[in-house]
């Protein structure tokens, strides 16, 4: 795993990105504090424990440093931003079923701005992933030595 880094000045246009899951009936938002339960059941269901932990700080700051796609009231995926370490961004998925319908690009482009509105120049995909995926998005690029970065001597699961 490596990190990448993301130039927030020079981001690309996301309006359009916006209205193409927007046209799908999806909703773009930071959950109320209230659904911080239901966020994490989310994510519990569909992706780790340890992003379940990491979602939690993310729901627990004030604004809530987390976006959020939604479909008739059903959670589609969801990006952290400013929670593993400042000016991070991640952990982030979107289920199975609604991948590929722009919904993991809007949520990035959603959370790079928040991470710019907090007056960061730049921005870190922490531990990718998909590289591909960052690179095309966001123009993002692998940090040189950051092979493991702060990914080192975690605890494993219990069995
Ligand atoms: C990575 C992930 C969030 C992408 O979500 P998504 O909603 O399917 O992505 P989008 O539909 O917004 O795709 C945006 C673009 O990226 C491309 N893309 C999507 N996933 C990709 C991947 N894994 N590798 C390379 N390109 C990818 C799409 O083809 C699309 O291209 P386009 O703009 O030319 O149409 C989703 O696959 C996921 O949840 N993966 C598992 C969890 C994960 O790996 N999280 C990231 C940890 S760093």
């Not at 309006?15 to 109320?32: D, F, M, N």
């Not at 911080?36 to 700051?61: D, Q």
């Not at 289920?95 to 870190?124: D, F, I, M, W």
Request: glycine share 10%.
């Amino acid at each position: 795993m490596e990190d990448m880094l993301v130039r927030l000045y020079d981001l690309p246009e996301t309006e359009s990105t916006y209205q193409r899951v927007q046209e799908a009936g999806v909703i773009l938002r930071r959950p109320g504090v209230y659904e911080k339960h239901l966020v994490e059941n989310f994510v519990r269901e569909h992706f780790s424990p340890k992003w379940v932990s990491e979602v939690s700080v993310a729901m627990s700051h004030q604004p809530v440093t987390c976006w959020i796609a939604t479909k008739e009231k059903q959670i589609l995926g969801f990006a952290c931003y400013d929670t593993t370490c400042k000016a991070f961004f991640g952990p982030t998925g979107v289920s199975e079923e609604a991948r590929g319908l722009g919904v993991g690009k809007a949520l990035l482009y959603r959370s790079l701005e928040g991470l710019r509105e907090q007056g960061y120049a730049y921005g870190v995909i922490g531990g990718v992933g998909p590289k591909e995926f960052y690179e095309k998005a966001c123009g993002a690029f692998v940090i040189p030595g950051s092979t493991n970065s702060i990914y080192r001597d975690i605890l494993p699961e219990p069995q």
